[in-house]
């Protein structure tokens, strides 16, 4: 694994590769920001594109918040889909909910996808799961009982919900908490108190509204236990509030996958 700046990194040693996907930076188009678009120095779409190519990867998956499809961005938006296309793809955008793909969270992603050219298969869009997603209280029931809470089966009966969108922040946002004014009235309807994270679950006394532990945000997207994010807790919540949720993921994957596959089946 590789941590440094992508705009050092050379993709010309990975061309041809069958998929380049990628969160592209969020916080230029959050309505949680400035929305500075283009002009915010965390944009990286330019180096989104300037990847592409070099690697010219079969299939290209990128992801972005909802706040990329407001108004203000059309002329940059039809730019980015625009200098795809000239690369050689055939594009797609679309909004997609993770509470739809078993994610109990609202969380709504843009999903760009570019498909190269002298690929046969045609790209279509993962379906929404017919089962609802499971509530906060279902999934950390468990984790909230940990360590004895003599409260955790209350707390879970009443935390009938999915959860708010799950935010990491950046290094110029302060230590880890699940977000602005609004988003903590949400988290508090579920019995969450939002003003920070846990170290570890409730004692068997607690009292009044837990906070969520990182292991606790990490199921809320859907990652599996086993996943590490360290021993920071202020960087693992950065990676995981700004991660795109691993089910709605595998979802898109395995469309691409199937699209890619297309060509070698008929052949």
């Not at 993709?11 to 949680?32: E, H, K, M, N, W």
């Not at 779409?45 to 972005?64: D, G, S, V, W, Y």
């Not at 920070?196 to 532990?213: D, H, K, Q, Y």
């Amino acid at each position: 694994m590789i941590c440094a700046d992508v705009r050092a990194f050379d993709g010309r040693p990975y061309c041809g590769i069958d998929l380049l996907a990628g969160g592209v930076p969020c916080p230029p188009f959050s309505v949680a920001g400035k929305q500075l678009g283009a002009d915010d120095e965390r944009d990286l779409f330019p180096q989104a594109i300037r990847l592409i190519a070099e690697t010219k990867p079969k299939a290209i998956m990128l992801e972005n918040v909802r706040g990329f499809l407001d108004p203000s961005f059309e002329d940059y938006r039809n730019s980015i889909l625009s200098a795809i296309s000239k690369l050689g793809y055939s594009t797609q955008i679309k909004l997609l909910n993770a509470c739809d793909f078993g994610v109990p969270q609202l969380r709504p992603r843009v999903v760009i996808i570019g498909i190269r050219a002298d690929q046969l298969g045609t790209f279509t869009y993962p379906e929404a799961s017919a089962t609802p997603a499971p509530t906060v209280g279902t999934v950390l029931y468990d984790l909230m009982a940990a360590r004895g809470w003599e409260q955790a089966k209350s707390w879970a009966k009443q935390a009938q919900n999915i959860a708010p969108t799950l935010v990491g922040g950046s290094k110029k946002h302060g230590g880890p908490d699940l977000g602005p004014s609004r988003a903590r009235r949400a988290w508090a309807t579920l019995g969450v108190d939002g003003r920070g994270v846990a170290n570890e679950a409730p004692a068997p006394s607690f009292e009044g509204m837990p906070r969520l532990t990182p292991r606790m945000l990490a199921r809320l997207q859907g990652f599996p236990d086993t996943w590490n994010f360290g021993r920071g807790k202020t960087e693992a919540c950065r990676m995981i509030g700004n991660a795109f949720p691993s089910p709605v993921a595998q979802a898109v994957g395995i469309k691409i996958k199937e699209c890619l596959a297309y060509g070698s089946i008929i052949s």
